[in-house]
């Protein structure tokens, strides 16, 4: 349990943040990636980390990098 909470922790996103400033619906962008809206809402929620190809094509469709919207640092 400790790993997944530091995963998560580490793994903060801004997804609902970077789709509103974008004007996009969750429905709207689950379209734009080809997924159910409902994988847009576990993202957001954090019940489920994206793959490393979903992290991608999120920030491209949201105008953003993978660092950005995942609060990445080096």
């Given at each position: 349990?400790c790993q997944?909470?530091?995963?998560?922790f580490l793994m903060?996103?801004?997804?609902?943040?970077?789709r509103?400033?974008?004007g996009?619906?969750?429905?709207?962008?689950?379209?734009k990636?080809n997924v159910?809206?409902?994988?847009?809402?576990?993202?957001e929620h954090?019940?489920?980390?994206?793959?490393?190809e979903?992290?991608?094509?999120?920030?491209?469709?949201?105008?953003?990098t993978?660092?950005e919207?995942?609060?990445?640092?080096d």
């Open positions: 349990k997944v909470f530091f995963k998560r903060k996103n801004k997804i609902s943040l970077f509103q400033r974008e996009l619906t969750q429905p709207q962008l689950a379209e990636l159910s809206y409902t994988q847009i809402q576990a993202w954090e019940r489920r980390t994206p793959t490393t979903y992290a991608i094509r999120l920030a491209r469709a949201l105008n953003t993978v660092e919207l995942f609060d990445i640092d």
